[in-house]
């Protein structure tokens, strides 16, 4: 019979608990994980890395179609859809491969199958060869999420789709509806409309990307309409007629129902946690609208319980689950550690043009109280971008006037996702306008444009 008592046990296999499994590994504990379908969780497999690769396909073929601006001549332009998802599922196998690999090499017991708490420090876990019981001091719920589904809104999987059908269609979309204008919403209207899909994105707030700075969705919206796309605010999709080959969407804005037909719809309203069948409320853990209520270290109230990444609330973000199981694994073994701050904790979305922030939006910081100043720069007045080809977007810094705290950092345009991280490094070491404003920023560079908007929000802009 295999070992059934461990320091540890983590719930979970994705970026939340196969990480905090790794690193309470690497600090000597004995730590078992228990996965009920793939290593590296849905991030790995059926979100933010495939989705990644889709996108990365579309936007070489969108820069194909450019060639001529770039002196170059590319024609017969084409994709394959099939090999496109093929390369995708291939990124994504070869990297929860190598989670297994990174579980094996720190010594982590792997258990496939279901798990349920079954007492105090005490977990069941159920697959095709029966049950077994585990049993540890601590234990680590980190189950994840999974997409919410709307009632007569639900996916079939043929014309309704959830992220999953997205990302191995069982046909290529002519006329697509996108319900939810979120991250996941919109990074598959951006990779669709790219590839010369007909497409509609409906939100029910005011503005796509409604989490960004008002300016940000702005901007981004205007790029996403002049690339073809229909965006519709304000709106909700009330109800979908289902037939062989088409949908038929009764889209409601400002009291009136619309009508649309179209033959694929995709729908992203956000997720839900997967708390179903756990244990939770007989261990005497809170739940509130399928999430888990715990304390900044994450601990859940009931003892030698935690709870981290998707499940344990927002913000619904792969790093902020990872951060969250190395600091329970430090913990854990006794070392000090530092809450994780959702307010320092970055959000990129990969549409075509990229959007990422962190900190508060210049909304957020006025409603907080603060005497703000805001610096921006556009992508326009900087060399690089002009060179890459990709001169719209724009970089926007929000500062405390009082104490020249930097506040918040939101950009819209090309690779900002890679660019955010060093306003994430800048707050982490509470910097302030000074500190950034005497950094030398390397040229030419599209992070020249960081440093012009804090130079910009002083009024000492250069080359604006």
């Known amino acids: 019979m295999a070992d059934t008592q461990f320091d540890m046990i983590v719930i979970g296999a994705g970026p939340g608990g196969y990480v905090c499994a790794i690193r309470g590994a690497q600090n000597g504990l004995k730590v078992a994980v228990v996965e009920r379908e793939h290593l590296g969780g849905i991030c790995l497999n059926w979100g933010c890395i495939p989705t990644k690769a889709l996108l990365r396909s579309s936007e070489v073929f969108h820069l194909m179609h450019r060639a001529k601006e770039f002196g170059l001549k590319a024609e017969g332009i084409d994709y394959d859809i099939d090999a496109v998802v093929k390369r995708s599922r291939g990124v994504a196998k070869q990297l929860s491969g190598g989670v297994g690999h990174l579980l094996k090499k720190n010594k982590v017991t792997v258990v496939m199958g279901a798990a349920k708490l079954a007492g105090k420090g005490k977990v069941l876990v159920t697959n095709n060869d029966g049950e077994q019981t585990l049993s540890a001091k601590t234990i680590v719920v980190a189950t994840g999420a999974r997409a919410r589904e709307l009632p007569g809104l639900e996916a079939d999987g043929e014309r309704v789709w959830t992220y999953r059908h997205a990302l191995n269609p069982p046909h290529m979309p002519k006329k697509l509806l996108v319900i939810g204008s979120g991250a996941i919403g919109i990074e598959f209207a951006s990779f669709f409309n790219t590839l010369g899909t007909d497409t509609t994105v409906v939100e029910v707030m005011d503005r796509v990307l409604p989490v960004e700075d008002e300016e940000i969705s702005k901007h981004a919206k205007k790029q996403f309409e002049k ?21 038929t969407a009764h889209i409601e804005k400002g009291g009136k129902v619309e009508k649309l037909e179209f033959d694929t719809v995709i729908s992203a309203v956000g ?12 261990a005497g853990i809170k ?3 399928t999430h888990v209520i715990t304390d900044e270290y994450c601990r859940t109230g009931a003892d030698g319980i935690f709870a981290i990444g998707d499940i344990a609330g927002a913000p619904w973000l792969a790093h902020k689950a990872s951060h969250e199981g190395v600091m329970v694994a430090d913990m854990v073994a006794g070392k000090h550690a530092h809450p994780v701050k959702p307010e320092s904790i970055a959000g990129c979305t990969y549409c075509h043009p990229q959007v990422a922030s962190v900190g508060l939006t210049e909304a957020k910081a006025k409603e907080a109280g603060y005497d703000i100043k805001v610096g921006r720069f556009p992508f326009i007045g900087n060399g690089k971008a002009i ?16 104490t020249g705290e930097l506040l918040g950092a939101h950009m819209v345009g090309a690779e900002v996702t890679e660019l955010i991280q060093g306003y994430v490094v800048g707050r ?22 960081m440093h012009e908007s804090v130079l910009d929000a002083y009024g000492a802009a250069i080359h604006f």
Do not use: C, W, Y
Not at 227 to 247: C, F, N, P, W, Y
Not at 271 to 282: A, K, P, R, S
Not at 387 to 402: C, N, Q, R, S, Y
């Open 227 to 247: 690339q073809g796309m229909t965006i519709m605010e304000k709106s909700t999709v009330k109800k979908l007629d289902r037939a062989k080959d088409k949908v």
């Open 271 to 282: 997720i839900v946690g997967n708390v179903e069948g756990l244990g939770l409320e007989e």
């Open 287 to 289: 739940v509130d609208r």
């Open 387 to 402: 060179a890459l080809g990709e001169p719209e977007g724009m970089v926007k810094t929000i500062f405390d006037a009082k």
């Open 428 to 449: 982490q070491l509470e910097t302030t306008e000074e500190d950034l404003m005497q950094t030398v920023f390397p040229h030419p560079t599209l992070s020249e444009m």
